[in-house]
């Protein structure tokens, strides 16, 4: 073809092509200058600014470092994409150490957060150890400002780049493992931290193998895997695996016994407490014993002080009483004799507690409460605590305020086992004391708890002090008949069921309409730097540094942060009282009151476990009827056979199965309903259970033993038949639901979801793929939407327009939510159970809605319908119920919740659904219009449709409340048919006249 073009525009063509190249060659030497001039100039003013900061590390002029840091952020956010990554991070990393020195946790995180907003593809090992140290040290810091799930993903990110390195220090690898562990132990995430530390293990073992040629660094790394087998036991430990823990302790042991690491007593130590918790006593002493061993002979050391109190618990259980008391004597004697400090004076403590216990196992009571007030006496760092045991401790606690708690709670136990045993009813009004005001200390603890595992062991401690003043108070009430006890004992039911989930529902509602938004960022503020002054204390203690400035400054600074907050509290008190009352008082609704709201049909029941035995509280507008129930092992069999026999898919069922269920059905109904003086007949009833109770469909129980051979499960005596059964968590939360319903404003439509799960769609997604084998197609929730859109005012969403973002961004003015979709749970960690969208549907989310999602959802809604599998399940926490869907639903702000037991079957969970909306739409309230819709199942149900799987587990949790659901107007449909309908009129009329003129043209 070439040879075809004209000579002339040959050489043209050819000319132009050469210039153009050589211009592009010219602009290319130019740019790659600029960009190495720009370099050169950026790091030239890098190296000003180091100088300027070295110069002013010293200085007290904080205005002039923090304007030297601001040249810097605007330098690398306008330089960072032509810079290498050597050189931006290098000094990142260099201004950062700098600012961490100035313990500016803000300013550090803000200089390194940008490091997750670069896409780096490092080319040298190098550059990837600058990105990983920067990440991990980024890490460390978000820790330490209790930032936990941040710090998680920057070890996680360092943690890819060191793995990315051929060549790189030994240690960064399993550090970054160790760190990450730390943040989920702190998180209570212990199966995470399990797995992390397992991780660092194989590394190890594969490392150390082919370091064999080089002993100095296989003993640097043997030295870090004991560090690594030692927490990796403490892990497994806490997750339960004891079996596994032992063993991993005994690897560390050995290890360390090899190497003469001076970690081996401490191992030793978690040994035996493994050994201890796994009941093998024997092996606990002989592990205690080798890691006293392992100090000199003339040694005194808080560590030692430490070990050896743990073997006087063990000694106590193996009632070894001369040895524990000779031992005893010695390690009380040397321990009085270590200098001042707060480990001291805490291991002191504990030794009173052993002490005490040794002598309450030995029946003298009186004895055990003296020592436990010596044990008080050590904890209070005011010294305003005599030793009179009949003295309580007053004003705020300062330090261990666990501990503190724990002997509170051990002196009410021994009171209550003198009340009992000498019948003298002054030591109950004691033992009511103690726990009053260890009550009163659990809530003003948990506003300064920065984590879960924290929070965990606080609502455990809680339960146990909730459980022991409800079942004393209700001894006393039956002693003298003073309505007063049984009033404080319905108040600790409300505390001890739900105390958390109560404090966070008001919250979250009220909060920002009650204090000024600087008010709420300073109280922030002030406790996350209490929280990591307390967390810098605890480092430089448990390095033994006890005379140390550092930490004579931090307990400085501690005082001076809690004075901060005592007089915020203070201001919350007098100018929010509203507010105070939620966050620091936490008060419950009183018998009294609850009666005042309740209908003349409404009986509300309350369950709680206390001491072994089940409290029940029958109340009316007009009266209150106390129960105990103490057969609780045959509640939990009935209970245990019920349940098995009712939440699995029935194919075929014999006269057998009938007849259990007649039996455990009619056995709980006995236990829990029959013993109720108060008629119930055709009542509403309210159901506040005991968490034991939760996932139990009470409407399911039958009212008669009453069995033949032709009886199947359309004959049965149900509850169902005679009671409108709904449920709440307490009945606090149900007043404070009722009172906010009437004063809602509603909006009369549905928002409704029913997701698409096309395998072919969920294989392409890497996050959704684990998910494809249970989440089959929903074919019955297509009909539910359907039925919906059909019938009433909604805004429906399916298949593909089925998000996760649509729903968070109408969620907020819808007064009725319907989702019918699966669930997807987590047990180990609930907050991240979720609601399953349609994959793929949006780009600002992954598709699962978590719990923890919910819980920043501002809801408005009368009602929300999980139509979804197992949305009533979940962990079971002491002082915050069920961890469940429904649960964060509730506080995120809905009035009421129709959930699920246990998977629904699809077809008959529509037809159930249908028949509720129908039967909600002329007027009945949510609990009458689910009972209703049951009872027609069971109508035209056949034998096997009859089963309870099909029906029972769906239930009504909140305030039950009429709702007033908007037919779907057909004035949009008749609008364009009368107009067609015009249309065609007025085009038959012209029609018609054309066919007239037509005709009178002919004819004339």
């Not at 803000?106 to 040298?124: A, C, E, M, S, V």
């Not at 008949?481 to 039911?493: P, T």
């Not at 107007?969 to 007025?986: E, G, K, T």
Request: charged letters at 20%.
């Amino acid at each position: 073809m070439w040879f075809n073009i004209s000579p002339v525009f040959r050489s043209k063509f050819t000319s132009i092509t050469i210039i153009s190249v050589i211009v592009l060659i010219f602009y290319t030497i130019e740019s790659h200058g600029q960009k190495i001039d720009n370099t050169y100039q950026v790091s030239s003013e890098f190296e000003k600014i180091r100088d300027s900061l070295n110069s002013n590390i010293l200085s007290p002029d904080t205005q002039n470092f923090n304007s030297i840091i601001d040249r810097f952020y605007k330098i690398t956010s306008e330089n960072s994409k032509i810079l290498p990554v050597e050189l931006w991070i290098d000094n990142i990393y260099d201004l950062g150490i700098v600012i961490w020195g100035k313990r500016d946790t803000t300013r550090f995180i803000n200089l390194f957060t940008p490091i997750f907003d670069n896409t780096w593809d490092p080319q040298t090992d190098l550059a990837r150890a600058f990105l990983g140290r920067s990440l991990n040290l980024l890490g460390i810091v978000q820790k330490k400002n209790t930032q936990l799930n941040d710090a998680v993903g920057s070890y996680m990110a360092g943690l890819s780049y060191f793995l990315q390195c051929d060549t790189i220090e030994p240690r960064y690898i399993p550090v970054t493992y160790g760190n990450t562990r730390n943040a989920y132990r702190r998180l209570g995430n212990f199966s995470m931290a399990v797995e992390l530390l397992s991780e660092s293990d194989r590394y190890f073992e594969l490392n150390i193998t082919s370091s064999e040629n080089d002993q100095v660094a296989r003993n640097q790394l043997i030295m870090d895997q004991i560090t690594h087998l030692s927490n990796l036991g403490l892990a497994l430990q806490a997750s339960g695996a004891t079996e596994k823990a032992i063993n991993t302790h005994l690897r560390a042991s050995e290890l360390a016994q090899k190497l003469k690491h001076n970690s081996r007593a401490l191992i030793l130590s978690n040994l035996a407490v493994s050994y201890q918790t796994n009941g093998d006593l024997i092996l606990a002493e002989k592990s205690i014993i080798q890691a006293l061993e392992t100090f000199p002979a003339d040694s005194v050391s808080i560590s030692w002080a430490n070990y050896s109190i743990n073997y006087l618990s063990i000694m106590i259980e193996l009632n070894k009483t001369d040895d524990f008391l000779k031992e005893f004597n010695k390690i009380r004697t040397i321990t009085n004799s270590l200098q001042y400090s707060l480990r001291r004076n805490r291991l002191l403590s504990i030794s009173y507690v052993q002490e005490a216990l040794h002598y309450k196992k030995s029946g003298n009571s009186e004895k055990s409460l003296e020592l436990l007030q010596s044990a008080l006496y050590y904890l209070d760092t005011d010294r305003t605590l005599s030793l009179d045991w009949h003295q309580l401790p007053v004003g705020r606690i300062r330090q261990n305020p666990m501990r503190f708690l724990e002997v509170i709670d051990f002196k009410a136990q021994n009171l209550i086992e003198m009340f009992n045993s000498l019948g003298e009813i002054s030591y109950g009004y004691e033992a009511l004391n103690h726990l009053k005001l260890a009550e009163q200390w659990t809530d003003s603890i948990r506003i300064t708890i920065d984590n879960h595992k924290s929070r965990v062991i606080l609502n455990n401690i809680q339960n146990s002090i909730f459980q022991r003043k409800t079942d004393l108070c209700y001894q006393l009430y039956s002693k003298n008949g003073d309505q007063h006890f049984l009033n404080e004992a319905f108040a600790s039911c409300e505390k001890g069921k739900a105390a958390g989930m109560w404090t966070e529902i008001q919250l979250a509602d009220l909060k920002s309409e009650l204090i000024p938004a600087d008010l709420t960022t300073k109280e922030q503020d002030l406790l996350s730097r209490s929280l990591e002054i307390n967390a810098l204390i605890n480092e430089e203690i448990e390095r033994s540094r006890t005379g140390s400035k550092v930490l004579l400054s931090l307990q400085a600074q501690k005082i001076a942060t809690q004075t901060s907050i005592d007089s915020l509290i203070n201001i919350f008190n007098s100018e929010y009282p509203e507010y105070f009352s939620l966050k620091y008082a936490n008060t419950t609704i009183s018998l009294p009151e609850i009666m005042n709201q309740l209908e003349d049909n409404t009986v509300m029941i309350q369950y709680f476990t206390a001491m072994n035995k089940l409290h029940q509280i029958v109340i009316t507008n007009n009266n209150v009827e106390y129960n105990t129930i103490s057969n609780l092992s045959e509640i939990y069999e009935y209970k245990s056979a019920l349940l098995s026999n009712m939440n699995q898919p029935v194919f075929d069922y014999t006269r057998e199965i009938v007849k259990e269920y007649i039996r455990s059905g009619y056995g709980l109904y006995s236990a829990l309903l029959s013993n109720v003086k108060t008629d119930l007949s055709d009542k509403e009833i309210i159901i506040l259970p005991d968490v034991f109770l939760a996932d139990l469909p009470f409407e399911a129980l039958v009212t008669d033993s009453s069995f033949n051979n032709d009886t199947d499960f359309r004959d049965l005596s149900y509850l169902l038949i005679e009671n409108r059964i709904s449920y709440s968590y307490t009945a606090t939360l149900w007043a404070y639901q009722s009172e906010k319903e009437l004063a809602r404003s509603r909006v009369g439509h549905i928002l409704a979801y029913s997701p698409s799960y096309d395998p072919a769609l969920i294989q392409s997604f890497e996050n959704w793929k684990d998910l494809a084998p249970v989440l089959p197609e929903l074919s019955g929730t297509i009909k539910e939407i359907d039925f919906i859109h059909r019938s009433f005012k909604s805004r429906t969403f399916n298949a593909n327009m089925a998000s996760e973002q649509s729903f968070k961004k109408f969620a907020t003015n819808s007064d009725v939510i319907h989702l019918a979709m699966h669930s997807v749970l987590d047990e180990q960690n609930p907050l991240q159970s979720g609601l399953a969208f349609t994959p793929g549907s949006d780009n600002l989310d992954n598709g699962i809605l978590t719990a923890a999602e919910i819980l920043n959802v501002k809801l408005n809604a009368s009602l929300t319908v999980l139509s979804a599998c197992n949305t009533g399940a979940g962990k079971i926490e002491a002082g915050e119920g069920i961890m469940s869907l429904a649960r964060s639903f509730i506080i995120a702000g809905s009035q009421g919740i129709v959930l699920t037991l246990w998977p629904l079957d699809d077809r008959i969970g529509q037809k159930l659904i249908n028949n509720f909306y129908q039967t909600l739409k002329n007027g009945s309230s949510v609990a009458e219009a689910l009972r209703s819709s049951k009872i027609v199942h069971l109508s035209k149900a056949d034998k096997l449709m009859a089963h309870p799987y099909f029906w029972a587990g769906l239930v009504s949790l909140g305030h039950d409340q009429e709702i007033n659901l908007k037919k779907r107007s057909i004035l949009p449909w008749l609008l364009p048919l009368l107009i067609v309908l015009i249309i065609l009129v007025s085009q038959f009329i012209q029609n018609k006249k054309k066919a007239v003129a037509k005709a009178t043209a002919r004819n004339g």
